[in-house]
């Protein structure tokens, strides 16, 4: 009986000793870094470390390009609050004669001519 026993026990730790060199030849295979598990994982890494940089250089423009829009949107209410008072004053201004109108502007037909003038940032932008 103990033969049986002995001889069972040295199957059980010969099958445990070939399945542990299997495994171990299977983790050799996925870690290695050319072909296996461990190349993909180091790709992914370099891809993850590139993606945060993008994210943070994009990150960093949103914040400039809302400061700026925050300024020209209080500069835009500033200006639109003006232009109301002045509509407001010009509500005010009593309606003058046909007579009168005509002495302030005495050549109505004539068409009015607008000039466009360059500043001085688009002449620096051009010469660049």
Not at 31 to 45: R, W
Not at 52 to 60: E, V, W
Request: include cysteine; glycine fraction near 6%.
């Amino acid at each position: 009986m103990t033969l049986i026993a002995d001889i069972l026990m040295a199957g059980g730790a010969f099958g445990a000793a070939l399945y542990c060199y299997v495994l171990s030849q299977r983790l050799r295979r996925f870690s290695t870094l050319e072909g296996g598990m461990g190349g993909a994982i180091a790709v992914l890494s370099a891809q993850v470390d590139d993606m945060t940089r993008a994210l943070d250089k994009a990150r960093a423009a949103a914040t400039i390009s809302a400061s700026s829009l925050e300024a020209l949107t209080g500069r835009a209410e500033s200006v639109a609050s003006r232009l109301d008072l002045l509509l407001a004053s010009m509500h005010d201004l009593p309606d003058t004669p046909a007579e009168a109108r005509a002495e302030f502007e005495p050549e109505a037909d004539r068409r009015l001519r607008f000039v466009r003038r360059r500043s001085l940032r688009e002449d620096a932008e051009v010469e660049a």
